[in-house]
């Protein structure tokens, strides 16, 4: 059974860094990608970043570029999201997702990824 476990979410004021970690269980293959998601309330989920594991090629939504940084260990099974100068409107719950296809060029879509964490909160407010 594949899971997918977050941890790393909380409370942070603005300008200030969190790191995410998303640790993935019983996926017996070398080649996928993860993908960091997230849902602010009344909004729709918003692909974040994502990165293919055998090659470590990584993507990023624009909102994120340049402040956020996503990598993986590939001995623990475990990719962070790397989030700085973070910002109010980073609020959100942050999902991190699987597609054992890899990472494409339409790695944003939701719909690629067959398994889901369930989430971490991560909220930016002084």
């Known amino acids: 059974q594949v899971q997918l476990q977050e941890s790393g979410g909380g409370l942070v004021q603005p300008g200030g860094s969190l790191r995410l970690s998303c640790a993935v269980f019983?996926?017996?293959?070398?080649?996928?990608?993860i993908g960091w998601f997230r849902q602010a309330p009344g909004k729709e989920r918003e692909g974040v970043s994502c990165?293919?594991?055998?090659?470590?090629?990584?993507g990023y939504g624009d909102s994120v570029k340049g402040r956020f940084t996503i990598s993986r260990d590939n001995a623990k099974n475990t990719v962070y999201l790397q989030m700085n100068s973070l910002k109010p409107e980073d609020t959100a719950v942050y999902f991190c997702?699987?597609?054992?296809w890899g990472m494409g060029n339409h790695w944003s879509e939701a719909a690629l990824y067959e398994y889901w964490g369930q989430g971490t909160q991560v909220t930016v407010s002084s």
């Open positions: 990165i293919n594991v055998s090659d470590g090629r990584t």
């Open positions: 997702a699987l597609d054992s």
């Open positions: 019983g996926f017996t293959s070398d080649y996928y990608s």
